[in-house]
Nanobody, 119 residues
Framework: QVQLVESGGGLVQPGGSLRISCAAS????????MGWFRQGPGKEREFVAD????????YYADSVKGRFTISRENSKNTVYLQMNSLKPEDTAVYYC????????????WGQGTQVTVSS
């Protein structure tokens, strides 16, 4: 089992920045690719970004490309999402997820952290 705990969410003005974190425990963190997803009000959960087990590969949804950056520190068992130039439509609960290497499905999910972009 892998336990994931997100933190760092909050209220930010449009155009502002925020960094959210996800701390993992329970298994060897470097055995997992990590992803961020979000679910806005009245919307389905959607993919935001992911990063390979060693940080060598990253992938972003078109809606956040150029504004968000995913990174990880395996020594701290933590994955981050740096969000810049935030827009009201980025308002959502953000979830991190873990996927074993060479697997297609994210098997482990955190509880989420709320990010609200509003003036």
């Amino acid at each position: 089992q892998v336990q994931l705990v997100e933190s760092g969410g909050g209220l930010v003005q449009p155009g502002g920045s925020l960094r959210i974190s996800c701390a993992a425990s329970g298994r060897t963190f470097s055995n997992y690719d990590m992803g961020w997803f979000r679910q806005g009000p009245g919307k389905e959960r959607e993919f935001v970004a992911d990063i390979s087990w060693n940080g060598g590969d990253t992938y972003y949804a078109d809606s956040v490309k150029g504004r968000f950056t995913i990174s990880r520190e395996n020594s701290k068992n933590t994955v981050y999402l740096q969000m810049n130039s935030l827009k009201p439509e980025d308002t959502a609960v953000y979830y991190c997820a873990a996927r074993e290497r060479r697997q297609l499905t994210y098997a482990y999910w955190g509880q989420g952290t709320q990010v609200t972009v509003s003036s």
